[in-house]
């Protein structure tokens, strides 16, 4: 009762990176909280081989269903699981990833609960909220934090009356740390059929692709990325040799992308992907906030920009007046002469 | 066989296209500022919903919004684009909705609009950015759902058959009608509008639109004749709705704070573009073994 529980998401029978991240992150907010964190697994011929991805990150509970149809996700299955289970345990907060699996679950069972759901959070604390209104007080709430209005704000957000409250995060957000690698947490192996109607398996997915992503963007140490100012498709060229001799990887503004200079893939930012890398070289990128709310946890954060006045150089540690097509060959140069 | 399309529809700030004057000093969204628009994914919606109809004859397409009198510009642009007809939740208590609140207005809509086959949306407004209400209709009205289509395949004989977008790849699933679709801004582009249906619907208005010109409403006879160029506008009480689950006090989620972003500026170093420069910089990553 009143546990902070996580649902975790996978692929066949890996645990989903974002999943780590929040069970980490949900550790934490139960420590704070003083209660336990539990979490629920469910797929196909998982039983055994979840258990050890699960529990280090200090799970004090974790609830396997394992059943035909339950892998590949499909919404009305995982929906039931979720809200029955939820009924009887009855948790103060629920996180989920905000990948495209958590964004079709979260909302389903936040409206079969009458729950608030806060999609896509940046940061989740535990703080006090004040109803002047209403004249309550109440303590120990999940502040959920999200850029809102394109990136434009940031609005902290709090559901003081209903329970779970729930967030979804997306991956590369919160940092994922094995607690305890023999963590002394209890499995439970539930009964499906007492959870699941047999009428919820009413979608059937017929053909599935899933390939591996082309980049490493999320796990690179080092990052190149560029912006509009690369000027074209053929402007990117000089960032990749300059990744392929610091073995990093590139990265785009969205500016870049929606100009034809890259991949969408390569896109870093709130609508894109979320990285922390030792080193961030940012090439041409002005920094739009929603671009740098994707980077700005970066180690050392390098601009080159031709602008003095770009944004992004108010975060930067190291801002380089100039313009990239001189001072990246000199980048390039200097390290072919002088590593190893 | 003949469908019953419902697509539900936003009419949302412009928030891709901000400009310096779109936040106010106090750091509040300035919304006069930003142009108000039909959300893009929603657009992607309607075409999917077009394209049904073009492939089923007999099938309606019904564009379902919720928001101020001046929202029903959304039904009319559907309407421009091979809509059939449109609807208009408005009413005072429906503000300050959150997702929740949202769902439950639409799906009481929905239920009494009834015998929907297709209720199809966009996967999520660029005012919020949640792809919520979607999902939070269909479980309300008990319904299955595709989120993140791509393409409707094909839909024969109470079949749908969808390729979606899932993370790093594709899916195609199979689901039976009736469903709740939310549709991905990776599928086909909405066509234009035609401009017969311009010229067919341009007067087309809700009563709260109209109210106001009174006497000046311009052509007022022919609203008279031509029932079609009234929309349907509901409130809560029309759609039989609970006033205590709409608006605000149907909200679980209450915004406790906005902020502006400020980014916490950093002692930055400022170099040129000199060798000597770029080489200290590049000598300094190394020796801290940062690179290399």
Redesign the interface.
């Given at each position: 009762m009143n546990n902070v529980f996580v649902y975790c998401e996978i692929e066949g029978t890996i645990v989903a990176e974002v999943s780590q991240e929040l069970l980490t992150k949900g550790r934490k907010l139960a420590n704070k909280l003083g209660v336990q964190l539990e979490a629920v697994v469910a797929g196909t011929g998982i039983t055994d081989k979840v258990q050890q991805q699960i529990i280090p990150y200090g799970v004090d509970k974790l609830y396997i269903f394992d059943a035909e149809g339950l892998f590949p996700y499909t919404s009305k299955p995982h929906t039931s699981i979720l809200v029955n289970i939820f009924k009887e345990e009855k948790p103060q907060i629920c996180l989920m990833g905000a990948t495209v699996i958590g964004r079709d679950l979260g909302p389903r069972v936040s409206s079969s609960l009458k729950s608030g759901l806060t999609a896509d959070c940046t940061q989740l604390e535990i703080g006090e909220h004040d109803d002047k209104k209403l004249g309550k007080h109440y303590d120990n709430l999940l502040y959920q934090i999200r850029p809102a209005f394109g990136g434009n704000i940031v609005a902290t957000i709090v559901n003081p009356e209903h329970r779970p409250q729930m967030a979804t995060v997306r991956e590369g957000v919160m940092k994922k740390e094995i607690l305890d690698a023999n963590y002394n947490g209890e499995t439970i192996i539930a009964d499906v059929a007492k959870y699941v109607p047999e009428t919820d398996y009413v979608v059937k997915v017929i053909d599935r692709h899933v390939e591996k992503a082309k980049n490493n963007l999320k796990g690179s140490p080092i990052i190149i990325a560029g912006g509009y100012g690369m000027g074209s498709k053929q402007g990117f060229d000089m960032l990749y040799k300059l990744a392929k001799e610091l073995h990093g990887e590139v990265g785009a503004s969205r500016a870049a992308v929606d100009a034809g200079f890259c991949d969408h893939d390569m896109q870093i930012g709130q609508t894109g992907v979320t990285v922390r890398p030792k080193v961030y070289i940012a090439c041409g990128i002005s920094g739009q906030i929603q671009h740098i709310a994707g980077m700005k946890e970066s180690g050392i954060i390098i601009s080159v920009n031709a602008d003095p006045n770009a944004p992004i150089n108010t975060i930067a540690d190291y801002v380089i007046n100039g313009p990239v097509e001189v001072v990246i060959p000199k980048m390039i140069k200097y390290y072919k002469e002088n590593s190893k | 066989m003949s469908l019953k399309i419902v697509v539900l529809a936003k009419q949302v700030?412009d928030?891709?296209n901000?400009g310096k004057d779109?936040?106010t000093p106090e750091?509040?969204?300035n919304r006069a500022a930003l142009p108000a628009i039909f959300n893009p994914e929603d657009l992607n919606a309607l075409e999917q919903a077009l394209r049904l109809k073009d492939q089923n004859p007999g099938s309606t397409v019904g564009i379902l919004t919720m928001g101020p009198p001046r929202a029903a510009e959304i039904i009319r642009e559907g309407l421009y684009r091979g809509a059939d007809t449109g609807w208009l939740l408005t009413d005072r208590l429906f503000a300050g909705a959150?997702?929740?609140a949202t769902?439950y207005a639409i799906s009481t809509a929905i239920k009494k609009i009834g015998d929907c086959d297709v209720i199809i949306g966009g996967r999520q407004a660029?005012?919020?950015?949640?792809?919520?209400?979607?999902?939070?209709?269909?479980?309300?009205l008990g319904l299955?759902?595709?989120?993140?289509a791509e393409e409707i395949l094909s839909c024969e004989n109470g079949k749908i058959?969808v390729r979606r977008?899932?993370?790093?790849?594709?899916?195609?699933?199979?689901?039976?009608l009736p469903i709740v679709i939310t549709v991905n801004g990776s599928a086909a582009p909405c066509r234009p509008r035609n401009v017969k249906n311009v010229m067919k619907y341009k007067r087309a208005m809700v009563p709260m639109e109209m109210e106001p010109m009174g006497e000046n409403l311009p052509y007022k006879d022919i609203y008279a004749k031509k029932l079609y160029l009234t929309l349907n506008q509901w409130s809560v009480a029309d759609v039989n709705g609970d006033p205590q689950q709409c608006g605000l006090s149907g909200?679980?989620?209450?915004?406790?704070?906005?902020?502006?972003?400020v980014?916490?500026?950093?002692e930055?170093?400022?170099?040129?573009?000199s060798?000597a420069?770029?080489?200290d910089?590049?000598?300094e990553?190394?020796a801290n073994k940062?690179?290399?």
């Amino acid at each position: 009762m009143n546990n902070v529980f996580v649902y975790c998401e996978i692929e066949g029978t890996i645990v989903a990176e974002v999943s780590q991240e929040l069970l980490t992150k949900g550790r934490k907010l139960a420590n704070k909280l003083g209660v336990q964190l539990e979490a629920v697994v469910a797929g196909t011929g998982i039983t055994d081989k979840v258990q050890q991805q699960i529990i280090p990150y200090g799970v004090d509970k974790l609830y396997i269903f394992d059943a035909e149809g339950l892998f590949p996700y499909t919404s009305k299955p995982h929906t039931s699981i979720l809200v029955n289970i939820f009924k009887e345990e009855k948790p103060q907060i629920c996180l989920m990833g905000a990948t495209v699996i958590g964004r079709d679950l979260g909302p389903r069972v936040s409206s079969s609960l009458k729950s608030g759901l806060t999609a896509d959070c940046t940061q989740l604390e535990i703080g006090e909220h004040d109803d002047k209104k209403l004249g309550k007080h109440y303590d120990n709430l999940l502040y959920q934090i999200r850029p809102a209005f394109g990136g434009n704000i940031v609005a902290t957000i709090v559901n003081p009356e209903h329970r779970p409250q729930m967030a979804t995060v997306r991956e590369g957000v919160m940092k994922k740390e094995i607690l305890d690698a023999n963590y002394n947490g209890e499995t439970i192996i539930a009964d499906v059929a007492k959870y699941v109607p047999e009428t919820d398996y009413v979608v059937k997915v017929i053909d599935r692709h899933v390939e591996k992503a082309k980049n490493n963007l999320k796990g690179s140490p080092i990052i190149i990325a560029g912006g509009y100012g690369m000027g074209s498709k053929q402007g990117f060229d000089m960032l990749y040799k300059l990744a392929k001799e610091l073995h990093g990887e590139v990265g785009a503004s969205r500016a870049a992308v929606d100009a034809g200079f890259c991949d969408h893939d390569m896109q870093i930012g709130q609508t894109g992907v979320t990285v922390r890398p030792k080193v961030y070289i940012a090439c041409g990128i002005s920094g739009q906030i929603q671009h740098i709310a994707g980077m700005k946890e970066s180690g050392i954060i390098i601009s080159v920009n031709a602008d003095p006045n770009a944004p992004i150089n108010t975060i930067a540690d190291y801002v380089i007046n100039g313009p990239v097509e001189v001072v990246i060959p000199k980048m390039i140069k200097y390290y072919k002469e002088n590593s190893k | 066989m003949s469908l019953k399309i419902v697509v539900l529809a936003k009419q949302v700030p412009d928030t891709r296209n901000v400009g310096k004057d779109a936040m106010t000093p106090e750091g509040t969204v300035n919304r006069a500022a930003l142009p108000a628009i039909f959300n893009p994914e929603d657009l992607n919606a309607l075409e999917q919903a077009l394209r049904l109809k073009d492939q089923n004859p007999g099938s309606t397409v019904g564009i379902l919004t919720m928001g101020p009198p001046r929202a029903a510009e959304i039904i009319r642009e559907g309407l421009y684009r091979g809509a059939d007809t449109g609807w208009l939740l408005t009413d005072r208590l429906f503000a300050g909705a959150d997702t929740l609140a949202t769902s439950y207005a639409i799906s009481t809509a929905i239920k009494k609009i009834g015998d929907c086959d297709v209720i199809i949306g966009g996967r999520q407004a660029i005012d919020g950015d949640t792809a919520q209400v979607g999902p939070q209709v269909a479980e309300k009205l008990g319904l299955s759902q595709i989120t993140y289509a791509e393409e409707i395949l094909s839909c024969e004989n109470g079949k749908i058959v969808v390729r979606r977008h899932i993370d790093g790849g594709v899916e195609t699933v199979e689901a039976q009608l009736p469903i709740v679709i939310t549709v991905n801004g990776s599928a086909a582009p909405c066509r234009p509008r035609n401009v017969k249906n311009v010229m067919k619907y341009k007067r087309a208005m809700v009563p709260m639109e109209m109210e106001p010109m009174g006497e000046n409403l311009p052509y007022k006879d022919i609203y008279a004749k031509k029932l079609y160029l009234t929309l349907n506008q509901w409130s809560v009480a029309d759609v039989n709705g609970d006033p205590q689950q709409c608006g605000l006090s149907g909200s679980p989620t209450k915004v406790k704070a906005v902020q502006n972003i400020v980014f916490q500026a950093k002692e930055s170093k400022t170099l040129t573009s000199s060798d000597a420069d770029v080489d200290d910089l590049m000598k300094e990553l190394l020796a801290n073994k940062i690179i290399g």
